[in-house]
């Protein structure tokens, strides 16, 4: 769980922040961290900060240190708050980069302080943001250093406000030179509102997908549906920060050999550290890196005719290191239409020979094709309807 930026040190925060300020004689033997936070000072003095708001720069400063000092700042965090600070808690490192964004609290507007790890206990002030950016109109266009790269409309998904409904129908089929075999999905999901998941605010959403097999064309089963809450929060112009699942309980029943089997089972997933979602301000020809590791408990029962229930209760840790690179845009045609789409390619540190390529609708962020190949097997999902509110979503 991310720490908060400590409350307990706000009485003594304000005497040792301002003494910072003061100056005073530099050391003679400059530590890694000293050396890091001086370049950052002479970095690009010019300010054109007027037009940019607080929390945008403070996001584009700390974006910016993240890239420069991964030894400091090693992985995407989500931005939190404690006013006057927005600020990110790099566990690895145990360091804390924070801004101030209100003014007329006692600290220096727009001022950037670090503490933590090899900068020590105390919060430092280690300069204005204007000494170490220049910050960028979010409207100036797309990447790292504007707010989107405009392929996605995050209000049109699970940062949509609640009662938003999207209903989305999609077929996979997979092929490894045996022939062809597949499911139907149908992914129903309901944006419900704020809700707070493991200590995080969050957005909570209603996801149900029902599944139906095929082969060949022709239905091989009976559909299964399962229903999962969904917790994540935007936390920036083009970011969104994914806290975990809840799959809510079920049952399942079904005759073997004229003897009835009944299955019940509950399960939980949460990311630690909530894992930051920036696809969103990838610019084309650019990659983003996001990491995360999973922590699942599960809990199912098994009745077997007149049995006695049998209970197991799992538990599992699994990281996923993942690489997004926005290859380029183009038309796609899948049966719910021809669009224009953003062509996304994902690998992971993980399983190094899995590659996924997806195409999302430009503009709106739907998924409408994917092509994952792994281990000479080639899985292929196409979009057949998209509905969003009860209205078509076509090209």
């Known amino acids: 769980m991310t720490r908060p930026w400590p409350r307990r040190c706000a009485p003594w925060l304000l005497a040792v922040l301002l003494a910072a300020c003061g100056g005073g004689d530099p050391p003679s033997?400059?530590?890694?961290?000293?050396?890091?936070?001086?370049?950052?000072r002479l970095r690009a003095r010019a300010l054109s900060a007027a037009s940019v708001a607080p929390a945008e720069a403070a996001r584009q400063l700390?974006?910016?240190?993240?890239?420069?000092y991964p030894q400091y700042f090693p992985s995407a965090q989500p931005t939190q708050s404690l006013a006057p600070f927005v600020y990110r808690h790099y566990p690895q490192t145990g360091v804390y980069l924070g801004v101030v964004i209100t003014a007329g609290m006692g600290?220096?507007?727009?001022?950037?302080?670090?503490?933590?790890g090899p900068f020590g206990d105390a919060p430092t002030l280690v300069g204005p943001l204007s000494a170490f950016i220049t910050p960028v109109d979010p409207g100036g266009g797309p990447g790292p250093s504007g707010s989107s790269n405009g392929c996605h409309d995050l209000?049109?998904?699970?940062?949509?406000?609640?009662?938003?409904?999207l209903v989305m129908?999609?077929?996979f089929e997979s092929s490894n030179g045996m022939g062809m075999h597949g499911v139907t999905q149908t992914i129903d999901l309901t944006v419900r509102g704020p809700k707070a998941y493991e200590g995080h605010d969050a957005v909570e959403a209603l996801q149900r997908m029902v599944d139906s097999g095929f082969a060949g064309g022709i239905p091989d089963g009976t559909p299964g549906a399962s229903d999962i809450l969904v917790y994540s929060r935007k936390t920036g112009p083009a970011e969104v920060t994914f806290y975990g699942?809840?799959?809510l309980p079920f049952t399942t029943t079904q005759s073997v050999g004229g003897i009835t089997v009944t299955g019940t089972g509950s399960g939980r997933s949460v990311t630690v550290p909530?894992?930051?979602?920036?696809e969103y301000a990838i610019p084309l020809g650019g990659s983003a890196t996001m990491a995360t590791t999973y922590h699942e408990q599960s809990v199912s029962t098994t009745t077997i005719g007149n049995q006695a229930p049998v209970t197991r209760e799992t538990s599992s840790q699994y990281a996923v290191t993942e690489t997004l690179r926005f290859l380029r845009r183009e038309k796609v045609t899948v049966p719910a239409g021809r669009f224009d789409a953003c062509v996304f390619e994902s690998t992971t540190v993980e399983e190094p020979g899995v590659v996924s390529t997806t195409w999302v609708a430009d503009g709106k962020g739907f998924d409408l094709k994917q092509v994952i190949v792994a281990g000479g097997v080639t899985t292929t999902m196409q979009t057949l309807s998209i509905r969003l509110n009860g209205q078509a979503v076509t090209p």
């Open 29 to 40: 033997q400059a530590t890694g961290a000293q050396r890091a936070a001086e370049q950052l």
């Open 169 to 171: 129908v999609r077929r």
């Open 107 to 116: 600290f220096e507007h727009l001022g950037v302080y670090v503490m933590g």
């Open 62 to 68: 700390m974006d910016f240190a993240q890239a420069q």
């Open 155 to 165: 209000l049109l998904s699970t940062e949509g406000v609640a009662g938003t409904r």
């Open 274 to 278: 909530p894992l930051v979602r920036r």
């Open 245 to 247: 699942t809840v799959a």
